[in-house]
T-cell receptor, first 108, second 114 residues
Framework: RKEVEQDPGPFNVPEGATVAFNCTYS??????FFWYRQDCRKEPKLLMS???SGNEDGRFTAQLNRASQYISLLIRDSKLSDSATYLC?????????FGAGTTVTVRA | DTEVTQTPKHLVMGMTNKKSLKCEQH?????MYWYKQKAKKPPELMFV???????INESVPSRFSPECPNSSLLNLHLHALQPEDSALYLC?????????????FGQGTRLTVV
């Protein structure tokens, strides 16, 4: 079983739509969680950390469910510039473990 | 300065060549990582350095040889690579591998082995 499993998509949504996707992790001792964004042929960049109580950053909302061992990302009012691959990252045992990435394409 | 700098950005090398990738950060981070990323795949961990000592080697072939000369610098020495080693090589750093802090990534070196 992979350490981190992620809904691969692709999600193809119109501008203004809401899109949400999840990521599950297998190590119950995992300590911290992040969403990264990666554009084509670029490096991953931190989108947001994920806190136990859930957190919001503008149009982006992240949730953590420790009991079910998953994190989620919701994007409201999608913009064309949100088109990217979103990677969930789970830290445990000193390693960063990546999900396979969820591809989101926002169309005009 | 929240930057991780990698050089070169692009590298083409033959299977008999020896080359090195360089990664530098001046954030005072004590954990540094090498990742390999193939197209449409997530980054795969290769090595982790903590306080300039190698702490994790993910069973990487010996044709890849990491080196951490000081707390700001991480190198990856390449020798006798295969075409399947062509990939984007990413360096990352974190404040400390034991802390719950995010990783900062360099822009990567796009390596092509011919």
């Amino acid at each position: 079983r992979k350490e981190v499993e992620q809904d691969p998509g692709p999600f193809n949504v119109p501008e203004g739509a809401t899109v949400a996707f999840n990521c599950t992790y297998s190590n119950s001792a995992s300590q911290s969680f992040f969403w990264y964004r990666q554009d084509c042929r670029k490096e991953p960049k931190l989108l947001m950390s994920v806190y136990s109580s859930g957190n919001e950053d503008g149009r982006f909302t992240a949730q953590l469910n420790r009991a079910s061992q998953y994190i989620s990302l919701l994007i409201r009012d999608s913009k064309l510039s949100d088109s990217a691959t979103y990677l969930c990252v789970v830290i445990g045992d000193y390693k960063l473990s990546f999900g396979a990435g969820t591809t989101v394409t926002v169309r005009a | 300065d929240t930057e991780v700098t990698q050089t070169p950005k692009h590298l083409v090398m033959g299977m008999t060549n020896k080359k090195s990738l360089k990664c530098e950060q001046h954030m005072g981070h004590r954990a540094m990582y090498w990742y390999k990323q193939k197209a449409k795949k997530p980054p795969e961990l290769m090595f982790v350095y903590s306080y300039e000592k190698l702490s994790i080697n993910e069973s990487v072939p010996s044709r890849f040889s990491p080196e951490c000369p000081n707390s700001s610098l991480l190198n990856l020495h390449l020798h006798a690579l295969q075409p399947e080693d062509s990939a984007l090589y990413l360096c990352a750093s974190r404040a400390d591998r034991a802390m719950n802090t995010e990783a900062f990534f360099g822009q990567g070196t796009r390596l092509t082995v011919v």
